[in-house]
């Protein structure tokens, strides 16, 4: 059995990634698994989420796309140089988003150059690879419809249009890469959790 991985969940918003997040430390534990970190983005550490509130909250002047992109680099050097990167040796890290969403969100949703992308990469010096994704992949429509009586922040705001883009974008990379297991999130949720579990259990023996 593996001592110590890293496993992120991705997906739109109304994918359902914090109850799978805690699924799947609930099934680690399970196992007698025990040395468990749980962390998301943006945020993470006290730093990195004072960036998430200023990437999450509507303000009177315009939001620049670009500047949300340096926002979340910065949260993620945070994260990376205070939580994962001093525990990824010990510790089994399991993170709601990580540098997928900056693909999707970023160069799907908003227009971003990719080039853009892998330049912050580089720069914030991020080579640390999950070991396994889990992507629940969801219709947008019935994303949101799962997220209408939350006080939405302002990327939950976005219309369909920038979610099937991102959702688009999402399957671009995961239909392309193993790591990456595709689980269909319009399912009902024990149908969801039966899928996880099993793709964890095969992970964890492999």
Known sequence: MKLNKFIVVEGIDGSGKTTICNYIIYLLKCWNINNIIRTHEPGGTILAEKIRNLIKNSYKEFFSYKTELLL??????QLLDNIIKPNIKDYWIISDRYDLSSYAYQIGGRGIQKKDILFLQKFINNNIIPNIVIYLDVNPLIGLQRIKNRNKDRIEKESIKFFTNVRKYYLKIANNNNMIKIIDANNNLSNVKLLVKKIL????KS
């Not at 979340?72 to 050097?77: D, G």
């Not at 259990?201 to 964890?204: A, G, L, V």
Request: aromatic fraction near 30%.
């Open 201 to 204: 259990f095969n992970f964890i």
């Open 72 to 77: 979340l680099y910065a949260a993620r050097l």
